[in-house]
């Protein structure tokens, strides 16, 4: 009987001992951003942010045969305090992020889905894009590509990648950083 419970222990044991990660699978992160700084992030994630419109739940919907210009459109008078009951109002959106474990990169008009586990690190290019918009943001209108080198070694060349709203964050010594991903131009990560 004794026997049976030493063989349980130290099977529980083993299982408890393989089921922690050891020190060397923390991961962690090298960034520097294209104005050269650079953080060395413990815990980096990959940080989405999304927003989400309300509908009003009592929300009509207008006719189509109400009238928008002429004799019978409604008009209000008044101070906007006094008018504020009748204009419609809107709840605020809801505002939200979430953790993504991926990475889409586009090489030749196929879409690349890349676990983040899998990087070992990943090298952004930029060029100036041709831009409409006024002179004052037109400059800093990029089209990014990236290379991904992978923990196998092989390697990834995307000639598009665009992470929308993404960033990095992780823990410094001084506190939580956060980079938004179009500022990074290398992240090495370490296991």
Not at 132 to 143: G, N
Request: proline share 6%; with cysteine; glycine share 8%.
């Amino acid at each position: 009987m004794n026997c049976k419970v030493l063989v349980m222990a130290v099977s529980l044991a083993v299982c408890a001992a393989g089921a922690a990660p050891a020190d060397g699978q923390t991961l962690n992160a090298e960034v520097r951003t294209w104005g050269g700084q650079v953080y060395q992030l413990a815990d980096p994630s990959l940080e989405v942010l999304y927003t989400i419109m309300v509908k009003k739940a009592d929300a009509a919907e207008p006719s189509d045969s109400a009238a928008t210009t002429g004799a019978k459109t409604p008009m209000l008078f008044g101070s906007a305090g006094a008018i504020d009951q009748f204009l419609d109002k809107q709840p605020d959106p809801l505002l939200g992020n979430r953790q993504s474990d991926t990475i889409m990169l586009r090489k030749e008009g196929a879409d690349i889905r890349l676990p983040l586990a899998g990087i070992g690190a990943l090298f952004f290019t930029r060029q100036p894009a041709r831009s409409t918009l006024p002179p004052y943001v037109a400059p800093a209108h990029y089209r990014y590509s990236a290379t991904a080198v992978l923990n196998d070694g092989s390697r990834i060349e995307a000639d598009y990648v665009s992470l929308g709203t993404t960033f990095l964050r992780g823990r410094t010594a001084h506190g939580r950083v956060d980079i938004p991903w179009e500022h990074i131009e290398v992240v090495r990560f370490t296991r």
